[in-house]
């Protein structure tokens, strides 16, 4: 647990980089800064491990000031990652790896466990790239070994100052994704410094919202969304926030149970009698197992001899989404098709439900339906 | 077209310049001898074919045969240069009397290499080097290439251990004069080495300093830039009268002086460092303030009763008698406590070293050790001389003229490359990397010798080759205060206009400063991490 209390920044000439910050990190959680550049994230970042020293206030880790220790002590027990990476280079990456631990005087043979272990863990072969050097690895490979090194000797506390900051987008969201299911196996507390909205939305358990050193909102990725406090944070978080709520909800969660479905050999009334109950222009055929097959439409019905020759056919993927999708892939597959209602299917193609537009505004208006729908995420 | 130039200059010089010159005496002007003029013999013609041929085989298509015709065709010219004209030289030898004005004063005759032999040896060494050029550019290995240049220069040596070229007069007065150059040459090799390593010390420190402190930054830089800007024949004589002065002063008497003001320095430092640490970050500025008043009084003090009653009655209160054994007990306490710090931190440096990184101690180790056994030697032998209280400073070689002036010179002389060198280094680092290891738990020394030192190793070294080379042309001038080196051969053929004094002293200079920068570049790419080093 880290908590900020009251602290201050001020510089000599007078300016306040950070202005009363109040803030708890709690235990096991990532806590995401954010803000406009200049705003003080990355300040408050390194006043925790005292690269930078507290004018007024204090921080307080686990319940202890942590200018009770030296900055040296301190700073060996609090993972540490940057951008710019910041291997360094004279050293091999198992030597990278080891740095905090060596600091700390641990015994070879643990330190060489220790190292093999994270370096698979973050997915890199220790036996193929152990002994390379980091400029013979790639950008993404080497912030891996960056997020590696700060688990070094597995600190209850990390810091981590935009640590996917160096890399091409497709590469940063493989970065997040597999750091998140790190996390799930390590539960740290975490410090996390972005300036980039999404990240904050996607990796945060709660969002510290920071202008001019000042916290603006604090709030878990969903409230912050549904919820900005004032115009700064509603501009912040972007016009396209509710969008970005829908990423945070899960289908399973938002999904219809009775959607207009018909068995495939059904016949034209039975089909035209779901369509009247459900008042839908369109209706989703499954097989007698419930496996989504296709769809058939009003007019096809009216035209055609039998419900098989009305229908559509087309492969599920195609039309339908898994429940483990979020309701933003949901709208998507909404807005490519004629459909009213996104098609659910669960892992052996059987129809479970639906998402429709109206379901999706109804959710995005409620505040905080999605407080605990964080395992559902991909 | 490299080739084109060897061949050009070779041709030319044995066209139109002196191969030798003729002396009847070793005063008297001599008489040139062309290589046209030298009577008939078909083996000169061999020169003039093999100085033309390279015009010719420049145009040669096939590239791996153009570089081996090239490399053989280079160093023969180089050999027969040198070869040739000496067989020339013999003969002119013997019929010397006959070919000077009658009445002229014949005593050892002798035989000047001239002109033409040196633009043979650069034609040659051209033409070797575009073969070599061709030899890498076709993919012949290394090793292959380095044996092929190194091919005429192994003949040259050997004919000058066989005594073929003993007819130049430079031979002549190697031969009478070797062991004079020998203990030259090592005397040479010792002031730049020692200069070069106190100038690492001193370079370093200031190096770090101005990398650190931008306020010091600019004016050290400009005043290691000033040092090397001051004739070296001026420093010399800037430093003749204080070191004639320390050098009267009583060893014993400023050794007492020395020891106790760094014991007390030390002393200070660490009793201030170990009380700064311990202090929670608030009342730490007024506790430095307060440690400071303490520390600093007593030595105030000491200095003003110093200046007052003169240093020695102070120490002498100091070293009373009835002191001693407060003395002897601080003493001890503090010599144990420095032992078990610096072993402790050895132990913990030594298992936190990567294994293959540990022999790289091994030559500091080395060299520590001969350093040792070299003081133990010379303090041994000055102690069989005279009593220890009776030797001043100039017993150790402190005086106005000598080798102390020279080394003090020379070292400051190699300050600008390596201040500047490491002080490039350091600003060079991605301060990323630095911030990194911050953030990770390094202390500032451990941050320094693990991270800043390795990533600056190798322009720090360059730095160093740069000032050694630079070291072994200005040690030459340090003859003239008498410190001895190869300037002194240097300095007598300048006085007696002869060239083959001069080039007695020359050569062996530029062979060290070519030896040294070899043997330095090879250990800068021993001890580069291979993650760091230039591919």
């Given at each position: 647990m880290i908590e900020f209390k009251e602290v201050i920044k001020e510089y000599p000439n007078g300016f306040r980089a950070v202005d009363g910050l109040t803030l708890t990190a709690r235990h096991g959680e990532i806590c995401v800064l954010i803000g406009p550049s200049g705003c003080g994230k990355t300040t408050a970042l390194r006043m925790v491990n005292r690269l930078i020293d507290v004018t007024r206030g204090e921080i307080l880790i686990d319940g202890q000031p942590n200018d009770e220790f030296e900055p040296e002590v301190l700073r060996r027990q609090i993972g540490y990652a940057i951008q710019q990476i910041g291997l360094l280079p004279h050293m091999t990456i198992r030597d990278n790896v080891a740095i905090v631990p060596r600091l700390l005087d641990w015994d070879e043979s643990r330190i060489r466990q220790r190292v093999d272990l994270l370096l698979d863990m973050v997915g890199i072969d220790p036996s193929i790239h152990g002994d390379k050097y980091p400029r013979q690895l790639s950008g993404g490979q080497q912030q891996r070994v960056g997020v590696a090194r700060a688990l070094g000797a597995d600190p209850p506390i990390m810091l981590m100052d935009e640590p996917f900051g160096a890399v091409d987008p497709i590469t940063r969201a493989i970065l997040q994704e597999e750091f998140l299911q790190i996390q799930q196996e390590v539960g740290k507390t975490i410090l996390f410094v972005t300036h980039d909205i999404d990240e904050a939305i996607y990796m945060g358990d709660r969002i510290a919202l920071l202008r001019a050193g000042r916290l603006v909102q604090y709030d878990s990725p969903d409230d912050l969304?549904?919820?900005?406090?004032?115009?700064?944070?509603?501009?912040?978080?972007g016009a396209d926030r509710s969008l970005k709520r829908l990423h945070l909800i899960s289908v399973k969660d938002s999904m219809m149970q009775s959607v207009p479905c018909c068995e495939h050999d059904a016949t034209l009334e039975e089909a035209r009698a779901c369509l009247e109950r459900h008042?839908?222009?369109?209706?989703?055929?499954?097989?007698?197992?419930?496996?989504?097959?296709?769809?058939?439409?009003?007019?096809?019905?009216?035209?055609?001899?039998?419900?098989?020759?009305?229908?559509?056919r087309a492969p599920a993927a195609s039309i339908a989404v898994p429940e483990d999708a979020t309701a933003r892939e949901a709208l998507s597959v909404l807005l490519s098709h004629s459909f009213d209602v996104t098609p659910v299917i669960d892992a052996d193609g059987v129809l479970t439900g639906g998402v429709s537009i109206q379901r999706l505004q109804d959710l995005v208006e409620v505040p905080g339906i999605h407080a605990a729908g964080r395992d559902g995420r991909p | 077209m490299i080739a084109l130039l060897g061949?050009?200059?070779?041709?030319?010089?044995?066209?139109?310049?002196?191969?030798?010159?003729?002396?009847?005496?070793?005063?008297?002007?001599?008489?040139?001898?062309?290589?046209?003029?030298?009577?008939?013999?078909?083996?000169?013609l061999l020169l003039f074919l093999l100085a033309l041929s390279p015009l010719l085989l420049a145009f040669l298509g096939v590239r791996n045969r153009r570089g081996w015709a090239l490399v053989a065709v280079g160093n023969l010219l180089a050999l027969l240069s040198l070869y040739l004209p000496a067989l020339a030289g013999g003969v002119y030898l013997q019929g010397a009397e006959a070919l000077f004005e009658a009445g002229t004063r014949i005593s050892n005759p002798r035989i000047l290499t001239s002109a033409a032999i040196a633009t043979g040896l650069a034609g040659g060494y051209i033409t070797l080097f575009a073969g070599l050029l061709d030899l890498e550019a076709s993919g012949v290995s290394r090793w292959a290439r380095g044996l092929a240049g190194a091919a005429g220069a192994l003949l040259i040596a050997l004919l000058l251990a066989g005594g073929a070229l003993d007819v130049y007069s430079i031979m002549v007065e190697y031969h009478a004069r070797g062991e004079a150059l020998a203990l030259r040459f090592l005397e040479h090799i010792v002031f730049v080495l020692v200069a070069l390593a106190a100038g690492l010390i001193v370079g370093i420190a200031l190096g770090l300093w101005a990398s650190r402190d931008a306020k010091a930054?600019?004016?050290?830089?400009?005043?290691v830039g000033i040092i090397q800007t001051i004739p070296s024949l001026a420093l010399f004589g800037i430093l003749l009268a204080p070191l004639a002065r320390l050098g009267d002063a009583n060893f014993l008497t400023l050794a007492r002086e020395w020891l106790l003001l760094a014991a007390l320095a030390i002393a200070a430092a660490l009793i201030l460092r170990r009380l700064y640490a311990r202090l929670p970050a608030r009342p730490r500025q007024f506790a430095m303030l307060a440690v400071f008043i303490l520390a600093l009084l007593p030595l105030a003090l000491a200095a003003v009763l110093s200046i007052a009653f003169g240093f020695e009655v102070v120490l002498t209160v100091l070293t009373l008698p009835q002191l001693a054994a407060l003395?002897?007990?601080?003493?001890?306490?503090?010599?144990?406590?420095?032992?078990?710090?610096?072993?402790?931190?050895r132990l913990r440096l030594e298992r936190r070293l990567p294994r293959y990184r540990q022999w790289r101690f091994l030559p500091l180790l080395l060299a520590a050790l001969g350093a040792l056994i070299l003081?133990?030697?010379?303090?041994?032998?000055?102690?069989?001389?005279?009593?220890?209280a009776e030797l001043t400073m100039r017993d150790f070689g402190v005086s106005g003229i000598g080798t102390a002036p020279a080394i003090i010179a020379l070292t400051l002389y190699s300050l600008l490359p390596l201040v500047r060198n490491t002080y490039a280094g350091l600003k060079n680092i991605d301060p990323a990397i630095i911030d990194s290891g911050r953030g990770m738990g390094f202390t500032a020394a451990q941050s320094f010798f693990r991270i800043e030192l390795p990533l600056a190793f190798p322009v720090i070294m360059a730095g160093v080759r740069n000032a050694a080379i630079s070291l072994v042309g200005i040690a030459a001038v340090a003859s003239?205060?008498?410190?001895?080196?190869?300037?002194d051969f240097i300095l007598l053929g300048v006085n007696s206009t002869s060239i083959d004094q001069i080039l007695l002293g020359a050569i062996p200079a530029v062979l060290l400063a070519v030896i040294l920068d070899a043997a330095l570049k090879l250990l800068e790419s021993l001890m580069t991490s291979p993650g760091i080093r230039q591919a």
């Open positions: 969304l549904a919820m900005p406090r004032d115009d700064f944070a509603r501009e912040f978080v008042h839908s222009e369109s209706a989703f055929v499954v097989d007698a197992d419930g496996i989504l097959l296709g769809w058939v439409e009003k007019a096809a019905l009216e035209a055609s001899q039998s419900l098989s020759a009305a229908m559509q | 061949g050009c200059i070779a041709s030319f010089g044995f066209f139109f310049l002196p191969v030798i010159e003729l002396k009847p005496n070793r005063l008297a002007s001599g008489l040139p001898v062309t290589l046209l003029e030298i009577p008939g013999d078909w083996r000169y930054e600019d004016a050290i830089l400009y005043a003395r002897e007990a601080t003493g001890l306490a503090l010599v144990l406590f420095l032992l078990l710090m610096a072993a402790g931190e003081l133990a030697q010379a303090a041994g032998a000055l102690l069989r001389q005279r009593e220890l003239i205060i008498g410190a001895g080196a190869l300037g």
